[in-house]
Every structure is written in C-alpha cells, then in structure tokens.
C-alpha cells in the first residue's frame, strides 16, 4: 500500500503507553530523534506493536505546522 | 512559547509552492529527511518564511498514523 | 502497508479537481457512497490517481465527528 | 445544522468502548461498513450515544489520505 | 443536527478568500475574536457563505493545541 | 516561538481531567467562551498545567469546520 500522505518516516517502536481506548507510542528514528503517536488500543494489536518492531510514522502535510524561534 | 503538541522537529526551509490560499512548505531536517507541510499563504507571510530559514515542524500526536509493512 | 488508521474504505476515483498546491479528490464507494479528500498536488501525482482507479481512503478515528440529528 | 464538512455518512451505532477522557464509537452504515470514531466521554453523554442510535459520521475532506495497492 | 466536537462558537463571516480547491473564511466572534478556516470552495458554495452571515466554528477537541510563555 | 497555527486564543485553564494517555483541558476564554482539548498526560506536565494557569488554545485553520443553521 502507497499513502497520499507525504510524510512516511521510518523507524522503531521504542515504548508503548496503553490506555482503555488510546495508547501511545514512541518511534525512535535513526539519528535519534523521537515521534510520540496516539493510535487506538485496537490499532496496536491489529499492528502487533512490540518494543523493537519496524514501522512507519505517517503525518499528511496538513497536519504539519510551522514554528520559528 | 512552548507547545503541547509532542513532536517538534527542527530544520531549514528547502522549499516553498505558493498557491491562492495554501502553501507547500518542505523541510530539511538533520540527517537528510524531509517533512512535507502545508500552511495558508497567510501564515507564510506571517513568519516571513524564506528558503534557508531555521523552522520547526510541529506535529500533535492524535495526528501520527502508524504503519507496518 | 497496514496502517493504524481504523478507516479503510475502498472505492473508485471519480473525479479531480487540480488546484496549485491542493487537489480534491472524490472517491465513490459501493452502493454508491462518495468521499471527498483533499491531498496535495504532488500526491495525486506519485500515486497516479486518474478517474476509475482503485484506491482506498483512509481516515483516523480521532478525525470522525458524531453528529445527530 | 449543515456542516462545512464534505462527508456526512449515515449509520447506527454498534459499539461503544469508553474511556477515562475518550470513548471509541463503531458506526455501522448501509452495506455493512464500519466507521470507527473517538470523540471525548463527554460528547457520548451530550449526544446521548446508545447501541442502535442513528448517526452521522462526519469527516472534513483534509483528513481523508488516499492509498492504492 | 447536533455534533460530538466540543467546541461550536458562533460568529459572523467577515472575510472570503478563494482559491482553486480551498478557500480561507474568517469568522468575527463576538468581542472581537476572529478564527480562520480553510474549506473546499465547493462548501463555501454548499453553505451559501457570505460576508456578515451567521456561521458556527466547529472545533473537535483533539485538534487543539495548548501552549504556554 | 511564533506559529503557523492562524488562531492563537489566549485563556486561562479552568479544568483538567486525567486519563491515562490522554487529559481533557478546558480553557475560559475572555468573554466567558470555553474551549475543550485533547492532549497527552505527558503534555500536562510538561507545560505543567494547573487551574488558573495562563495558556494559549492554538488551532490550525485547516481544522476549523463551518456550520450554519
């Protein structure tokens, strides 16, 4: 499967967070940086997250904002 | 001004696509990747955004989706 | 790819409209169901959407509002 | 009230998994489909949320991705 | 129709700016607030949008960042 | 910091109700509005939030929906 999303960054699940409904997730990427998610509970187990395991962070352009110093 | 949302990725403005309204922003972070970002035209006048500018990209959590190959 | 995301609905493109950074996408399921989506040009490009392709759109939960009448 | 919002899908409610903040609310539409939504515990009490209820899924055009095969 | 995002705030439109796909509404609040919206033209046209008419914002509660000093 | 986000509401915080991913913030704007956010337990205490605290309800226009009677 291909997304329209434009930005699909690679990485490891580095901790999982679980909640009744949400739970959240830690992808470490290489170099170190660090992207926290909220997904469903359902969606980690449908997914199979595990500590170590390979995935993609997803994030469509439109959710993106800009900062500056 | 510090922010809730989890994810704040610093980087340089690489590119910039104006439209009537909205505007493609791409940043170059560290390390080579890129983060695709779409804000109003408005907002890149407001920042006086402008190639080579150091910009954070800010991501709330709700808005990450994982995938898995 | 298996994404996170709860909403994965497939249908068929049915129509384009371009726009300078943005393009609308309306995707038709079965049964006659239609989807609208907004994603940007360079996306309609790398997918290579064109009307009657198969594709699937994908929504997060977090992004579904409840509405009663 | 007519919403903005370019997709208003009609369904009942099948599933109500609720949380400390967050409920996950399953929409069963015509056909057979789902629609997973996560809206606050706060709104499945102001809507009256109940197994059977008629709804509507709403979803604004920018938070549809698109994917293909 | 009756909507689970927490956050409705009635205004009046005070400005209309439109592109090709989007376009960019302002809404005056009462005490002189004002919140901007990018929608599809095609709901600008659906709604009948105008300056001075009576609109609602609707807000779901996940798509709100806080930030402090 | 200065961000891209068109609405940048100024308020102080009125309640906070914990979960255990996610907290639900209410904010008392001037004039008496409130807004209601999503946003990690992490969040809370990183920006450590308490009653009465002076914060920000930051928005991206692309979230904003409109409705009308």
Chains 1, 2, 3, 4, 5, 6 share one sequence.
Do not use: H
């Not at 969606?43 to 993106?64: D, F, M, Q």
Request: no cysteine; charged share 20%; glycine share 8%.
């Amino acid at each position: 499967m291909k997304v329209s999303a434009r930005n699909v960054l690679k990485g490891k699940v580095k901790g999982i967070t679980p909640g009744a409904v949400n739970s959240e997730i830690v992808i470490e990427l290489p170099g170190g940086l660090e992207i926290a998610s909220i997904i469903t509970k359902t969606s980690v187990e449908n997914l199979r997250l595990a500590i170590g395991k390979e995935v993609y962070a997803v994030i469509k352009a439109s959710n993106v904002i800009i900062a500056t110093d």
